[in-house]
């Protein structure tokens, strides 16, 4: 059974920073490419940044909306089973829970798939 448990989130001042975890279970985590996706009350969820499973050139894929491009930074550790988001220069509009997933397709345009976790509460105040 696949599990993914996020952690990491909290009260944070504007310009502040968070790292957001999420270690995954029950599926082969270094054949996947993850994301990391936001959800606010009354909103779809949206993709945030993705990464892909392998490297290319010693490096792994990565992928930013720009909406949290130049402040952010997706990574994993295959070792753990875990995709992290680092998060700075945090804005009151980032206010979300966040939540990782399994996806597929283009890193720009992934599509997720299989069971979410819980989400980690991000909050931003001005």
């Known amino acids: 059974q696949v599990q993914l448990v996020e952690s990491g989130g909290g009260l944070v001042q504007a310009g502040g920073s968070l790292r957001l975890s999420c270690a995954a279970s029950?599926?082969?985590?270094?054949?996947?490419?993850m994301g990391w996706f936001r959800q606010t009350p009354g909103k779809e969820r949206e993709f945030v940044a993705g990464i892909s499973s392998g490297t290319f050139n010693g490096a792994f894929n990565t992928y930013y909306v720009d909406s949290v491009k130049g402040r952010s930074t997706i990574s994993r550790d295959n070792a753990k089973n875990t995709v992290y988001l680092q998060m700075n220069s945090l804005k009151p509009e980032d206010t979300a829970v966040y939540y990782c997933?399994?996806?597929?397709?283009?890193?720009?345009?992934?599509?997720?798939?299989?069971?979410w976790g819980q989400g980690t509460q991000v909050t931003v105040s001005s």
């Open positions: 029950g599926r082969s985590f270094s054949n996947y490419a």
């Open positions: 997933c399994f996806v597929i397709g283009p890193l720009a345009t992934p599509s997720p798939f299989g069971s």
